[in-house]
C-alpha cells in the first residue's frame, strides 16, 4: 500500500537554528501533502499546504517566513523551521493523499518528527 | 464549514470490555468520515472509513464504527478491547464536495484499557 515516510523523527537543536524535515511518498506520486502540527495532548492543526511546483498556501497564524516548505518533486515535500524557538518545540506530521486516487481516500501520515529546542 | 466533536478526552475500559469512543461532526453536504488511532510519538494509523453504503463499517483491529446521519455521529466500537488498543484515537471529516482538501480532525480522545 502507499507509504509516506517522514524523516528525522526526533531532532534536538539549538535555539536560533534551522531544521529541515521532510516527507517523502514511497510508491505514489503526491502534487499535494500537508503539514500539521500537534502540541501535546491536543489534536493536528494544520499549517499549511504544500503543492508540487507552487507556493505553499498557509493556514491563518503559521508564519510563512518561519515554516519554509518546499515541493520540488512528485514525491518530496520539505518543512524548514528556521531560526527555531523553544516554542517550536513540537510534533510535526505530514500527510499526502494518493494521486489519481478517489477523492474519499484516507490520507497517509508520516511518522511524524518530534523536535526539540533548546 | 466542517467541524469534528470528540466530547470525550479520555475513555477507561476493562480488557475484554466493549468498548465506545464518541464522535459527532458537523458538514454542509454529505460527509466522508474516518478513524485514526495514534501511538507515543507516532504518525497516524488509519483504522477504517465511511464514504457510502452500510452505516456499520468494519475497520482494522477488529474495530467497527456506525454511521448515524440523523445525529450525525461516528461512534468507534470494539466488542472486547485490549490492553493494545490503549493509545490516542482521532476522528476526521471530509465533505464530499470540499474536493481534495485536508481531513478536519477532532482533538482526540485518550483510550486506556486497563488489564
Known amino acids: 500500500g502507499a507509504v509516506v515516510s517522514q524523516h528525522p523523527s526526533r531532532v534536538i537543536c539549538k535555539s536560533g537554528t534551522s531544521v529541515k524535515i521532510e516527507c517523502r511518498s514511497l510508491d505514489f506520486q503526491a502534487t499535494t501533502m500537508f503539514w500539521y502540527r500537534q502540541f501535546p495532548k491536543q489534536s493536528l492543526m494544520l499549517m499549511a499546504t504544500s503543492n508540487e511546483g507552487s507556493k505553499a498556501t498557509y493556514e491563518q497564524g503559521v508564519e510563512k517566513d518561519k515554516f519554509l516548505i518546499n515541493h520540488a518533486s512528485l514525491t518530496l515535500s520539505t518543512l524548514t523551521v528556521t531560526s527555531a524557538h523553544p516554542e517550536d518545540s513540537s510534533f510535526y506530521i505530514c500527510?499526502?493523499?494518493?494521486?489519481?486516487?478517489?477523492?474519499?481516500?484516507?490520507?497517509?501520515f508520516g511518522q511524524g518528527t518530534r523536535l526539540t529546542v533548546v | 464549514a466542517q467541524s469534528v466533536a470528540q466530547p470525550e478526552d479520555q475513555v477507561n475500559v476493562a480488557e475484554g470490555n466493549p468498548l465506545t469512543v464518541k464522535c459527532t461532526y458537523s458538514v454542509s453536504g454529505n460527509p466522508y468520515l474516518f478513524w485514526y488511532v495514534q501511538y507515543p510519538n507516532r504518525g497516524l494509523q488509519f483504522l477504517l472509513k465511511y464514504i457510502t453504503g452500510d452505516n456499520l463499517v468494519k475497520g482494522s483491529y477488529g474495530f467497527e464504527a456506525e454511521f448515524n446521519k440523523s445525529k450525525p455521529s461516528f461512534h468507534l466500537k470494539k466488542p472486547s478491547a485490549l490492553v493494545s488498543d490503549s493509545a490516542l484515537y482521532f476522528c476526521?471529516?471530509?465533505?464530499?464536495?470540499?474536493?481534495?482538501?485536508?481531513?478536519?480532525f477532532g482533538k482526540g480522545t485518550r483510550l486506556s484499557v486497563i488489564a
Open positions: 500527510s499526502a493523499p494518493e494521486r489519481g486516487g478517489p477523492m474519499n481516500t484516507e490520507a497517509f
Open positions: 476526521a471529516v471530509r465533505d464530499i464536495n470540499s474536493g481534495n482538501t485536508p481531513l478536519v
